[in-house]
């Protein structure tokens, strides 16, 4: 059925003049322009929706999230913004308490950061954890998902003991009850994963939540994330949810295949070669590199300025990040690479470059994640391989106040340097990587355009030379976002032939006050030309719209 939504404000993309009405034929743009030659289509059978001066954008694209673990956090025990040991012990007795859980059963929680504690930032142990159950295993993740503190029976359900050997990769204290990285793998394996339907409806919530919010697509990192079985049973759900018609999003997948054996097998199984739609579709290989800042486990330089002991550590020799980088590019995949440190980042390029030396592509969309910690040098090596940074400027909330204790001023002041990256002429993809932070994309943008924290803080903004415009905010979080995954001529603006993904808002993006752009709510949300959000009758949100047809 053909739709005309007329009479609004309309932002097409990056250096194209408003419109004011948009035309759909099934799931495809056929006009933007103005009202008047928007009614030139109009048949009896259109179907007419009045913005009444309404904003209306592309669809956000999310560069980076984990659906699964979004959705799966919001069911488990939270602790965001604990503020001490005592909290959490307290909060994770209540929240067994208040569940009901029984003896033997697995509790799972996240959003712990030792950098709020009031007694100072120390990880809480597996001895306070021991305070809260004796008979429940108990795995307390913090807010960035790398660090994990398990209780004595969670070690014991893990098999793991004081002479248990700590994969590569990562680190294992069995007196503390502390793991990272690499080493979370020998917990995770031991708790049970969802069954089929829970692991549908946890996908299909998330996803739901994620068009509220006025994101249609979703780069998202969850191939990895079941601990009892492999890529093939995750990448089966979402197929299964495609064929269904219950994707509530475009699913982008970025492949967290992480040895050379898991990642010959999927492309021994040719996954990345089939035919598919514009729903589902493989993205990059997705390889974690190093730490997090919070955690002092990213690869940095040179020790941490406020733990000399320490530089933080990579996850891969540099030989077998070469190797895996590599398969990636030779099978025609590219790649998207976690970095936050320096030592990361620079190593990450350093494979890509190897990939392309032995094998040139101009067009190879290779991607750095995160790309914090960062130095001139560093941002003129993006430009040069033409790698991707995909960045999450929300993060900006908590580093801003930690990054000069951890790596000094003066490497500080050239760290989330998204600004320069966007004048340098560096493809730039913004995300969340929710669940470290919520999937709205209207707090990142302000984030981005403010470089404020959650509170306003500080009133000029951190470093403000590196604000981003708000025009450039949203071309990076819609158009660049497409590009990441090739798929800039279906999506990221909105001009005719192009899929029909949109969204309105109640309020003007580009003529708001900066600090208030996270109030805007979303109205309206078209994937394909059809909304998905809400899901009952809009006639309440536009009063005076006109619906001629149905």
């Known amino acids: 059925m053909r739709k005309i939504i007329y009479n609004g404000v309309i932002w097409p993309q990056k250096n194209k003049s408003l419109c004011e009405a948009i035309v759909i034929d099934d799931d495809r743009i056929a006009f933007v322009g103005s009202n008047e030659d928007a009614f030139q289509y109009q048949t009896e059978e259109s179907w007419m929706l009045d913005l009444n001066g309404a904003f209306a954008m592309p669809g956000f694209n999310d560069s980076h999230l984990h659906l699964y673990g979004s959705a799966l956090t919001k069911s488990q025990l939270m602790l965001f913004g604990v503020a001490s040991h005592e ?4 909060s994770t007795k209540a929240y067994i308490q208040d569940r009901g859980i029984p003896n033997g059963k697995w509790v799972v929680g996240r959003g712990w950061n030792q950098d709020l504690f009031k007694e100072g930032p120390v990880f809480p142990t597996k001895h306070d954890l021991d305070r809260i159950s004796s008979v429940h295993p108990i795995v307390l993740n ?21 002479t248990t050997k700590c994969p590569s990769g990562g680190t294992l204290d069995f007196e503390t009850g502390t793991l990272t990285e690499h080493a979370l793998g020998l917990v995770y394996k031991a708790i ?9 409806n946890l996908l299909v919530s998330g996803m739901e939540y994620a068009a509220s919010k006025g994101v249609t697509t ?8 079941l601990s009892q079985s492999g890529f093939e049973r995750m990448l089966s759900i979402y197929e299964r949810l495609e064929q269904e018609g219950k994707l509530k999003t475009r699913i982008r997948i970025q492949a967290q295949l992480p040895d050379e054996k898991t990642l ?20 990059p290989v997705k390889l974690l590199t190093d730490g997090t800042l919070g955690a002092k486990t990213a690869a940095m330089r040179s020790p941490y300025a406020d733990d000399p002991l320490t530089k933080g550590f990579m ?45 040139p592509n101009l067009d190879h969309r290779h991607a750095i994640v995160h790309c914090q910690i960062t130095d001139e040098a560093i941002l003129n090596r993006f430009k040069a391989l033409g790698v991707t940074a995909i960045v999450q400027p929300i993060f900006i909330d908590y580093d801003m106040h930690i990054v000069e204790s951890r790596v000094g001023a003066q490497l500080a002041s050239t760290s989330y340097a998204f600004g320069t990256m966007v004048q340098k002429g560096i493809r730039v993809a913004i995300g969340t990587d929710a669940p470290i932070e919520d999937l709205d994309p209207l707090p990142n943008v302000q984030a981005a355009v ?20 708000v025009e450039d905010a949203l071309d990076r979080y819609t158009k ?14 909105l001009e005719e032939g192009k899929l029909a993904d949109f969204i309105v808002l109640d309020q003007n993006l580009l003529e708001i006050d900066p600090d208030q752009i996270k109030s805007a709510n979303v109205l309206v949300t078209f994937l394909g030309g059809q909304i998905i959000h809400p899901v009952s009758s809009i006639n309440r949100i536009f009063d005076k719209s006109k619906e001629i047809s149905k």
């Not at 049970?192 to 549908?200: A, G, Q, R, T, V």
């Not at 979703?218 to 994330?225: K, M, S």
């Not at 010959?264 to 993205?283: C, E």
């Open 87 to 90: 909290e959490l012990i307290e």
């Open 218 to 225: 979703l780069q998202t990192d969850d191939l990895n994330h």
């Open 142 to 162: 913090r807010v960035c998902g790398h660090v994990m503190v398990a209780n004595s029976l969670a070690l014991k359900k893990s098999g793991i003991e004081s």
């Open 450 to 469: 403010t470089r404020k924290d959650k509170s306003g803080y500080p009133p000029n903004g951190f470093h403000p030379e590196e604000k981003m415009s």
């Open 315 to 359: 996850t891969y020799s540099p030989e077998t990040l070469n190797h895996l980088v590599e398969m990636a590019h030779n099978a025609s995949m590219n790649v998207a690479l976690h970095a936050i440190g320096d030592e990361a980042i620079s190593r990450c390029l350093d494979a890509i470059e190897n990939a392309l030396i032995k094998k």
């Open 480 to 493: 660049t976002c497409a590009e990441s995954t090739f798929d800039e001529t279906i999506l990221g603006s």
């Open 264 to 283: 010959k097998r999927f492309l021994d199984q040719n996954h990345h070669k089939k035919k598919r739609g514009t729903m589902l579709k493989i993205g």
């Open 192 to 200: 049970p994963d969802p069954s089929e339907d829970e692991l549908e």
